[in-house]
């Protein structure tokens, strides 16, 4: 058997990079609802301004999430053809339905959205937005739904195939609805739409303070600050406490590792930072006493499983865990601080000119992706060493011809191309951002385009029926 840490740094490097999109369109695909549906209620041209601007960002980011989210589904084949026979019953036919059903619905209404907007009146342009939006909310669950299952696997029975043990899939329900599927998808779209509110109210902060389209940068601020506060409260008090209590129940050792949590214990504390020493198998920090026991069954008398209490051979990078999952939990700390800044700016009336809420608001975005990565990687790093819980280790999935020094050349090849699209990728971001909106189109020109399907096709020139 030889060693996998090169493919799992392989697979951690593009699937992060990948991780960048995918969240970002979906936040920014709830503020161009809320721009359409105002846009087609106010027939104010501001509104089709904002949509212009946003569209054109959110195509850049759907381009690149489609060319890197490719990339890993190749990986499956090349790196992990022990994994994939493995679970290609159940994780394929997930992934073939996310393809069928989502992507082609997304993907069949994008030239609609991307390309319409001169084209298009704001009640079909409108339509072609939220199929494009909703397309890429069922494609996440598709995803989500996998991982899920990668999580907490149930609905299959392993059965003896031609190359070896495979999962075969018995009830697609409990497949479908696997105990961490339905807090984990909340928790991510919560997470996804901070990411967009963030990213529209960074780029308005921007704005404000080089005194640029103040107008405009006023209006995206008063739609994505509102939904960025709320979703940061509820995130910390409802989505994630959920995620606490499944995990606990499912994933103890993954608990334990997350809050250095050797012996099994009621009033077990909530670290908020601090470090974790296996060879003492202590962990020192400032923490909350019995918080993790309220978290896990709402009360400081709910005992909590320690580390002790399974085998050192299934126990996960236990620091690493531990420094991901408080720079996520920190980190939501920290959102609900700039919430409450927010707020009270407002109140004061000082929100518009506040340089310093303004720059924090500009960086804010930053901060909001890294504790997005940082929850992915306490997921993925605290399942180890399983691939599949309990049922596939890591280091038996990858594919067993590949030698070192093939996936050493791939990662090299990885990291040279994945540095030039990072680059290539905010340069030309930041081009749309400092472009700033388009000019607000006429609303007499906005009434004149088509609204409907049958106003297109009655549009369209007939061909002559002169012959010669």
Known sequence: MRDVLLDRIQFGLTASFHFIFPPLSLG???????????????KDPKWRQLSLFWVRIYGLIFAMGVATGIVMEFE??????????????????????????????????LGL??????????????????????????????????????????????????????????????????PSFIPRLLHVLVASWMLGAAMVASVSAWYLLKDRHVDVARTM????????????????????????????????????????????????????????????????????????????GFTPSTEVQGLNEFPADERPNINLVFQVYHA??????????????????????????????????????VL????????WWTAEFGRQPWIVWDQLRTADAASPNLSTTTVAISLVGFVVVYSLLAVVFFWLLNQKIQAGPPDPPDESEVESLPDSFGEIFARRPRASSRVG
């Open 28 to 42: 920014v695909g709830l503020i161009l609802l809320v721009f359409g549906v105002q846009s087609v209620r106010t």
């Open 76 to 109: 499956f084949g090349t790196n992990w053809s022990v994994y994939s026979r493995y679970v290609g019953n159940v994780f394929g036919s997930l992934l073939a339905a996310e393809g069928i059903f989502a992507f082609m619905l997304e993907g069949g209404f």
């Open 113 to 178: 959205m991307l390309f319409g907007g001169t084209r298009l009146g704001n009640r079909m342009w409108l339509f072609a937005t939220s199929m494009v939006v909703v397309g890429a909310h069922f494609s996440a669950t598709w995803i989500i739904m996998a991982n899920s299952w990668m999580q907490t696997p149930q609905g299959y029975e392993i059965t003896q195939g031609p190359n070896g043990p495979m999962a075969v899939m018995t009830n697609f329900w409990e497949v479908v609805f696997t």
């Open 221 to 296: 601020m008063k739609v994505a600050l509102p939904i960025f506060c709320v979703l940061s409260v509820l995130q910390v008090a409802v989505f994630g406490a959920q995620q606490a209590t499944v995990v606990a129940e499912e994933q103890p050792v993954k608990l334990a590792s997350m809050e250095g949590l050797w012996e099994t214990r009621d009033c077990a504390p909530l670290y908020l930072f601090g470090w974790v020493d296996t060879a003492d198998q202590t962990t020192s920090g400032v923490s909350i006493p019995c918080m993790l026991s309220v978290l896990v």
């Open 328 to 365: 996520m939990i920190d980190l939501g700390m920290v959102f609900v601080g700039v919430s409450a800044l927010v707020a009270f700016t407002a109140w004061r009336r000082r929100l518009y000119t506040s340089r310093f809420v303004l720059r924090v608001l500009v960086v804010n975005v």
């Open 368 to 375: 909001v992706f890294a504790a997005i990565i940082a929850g």
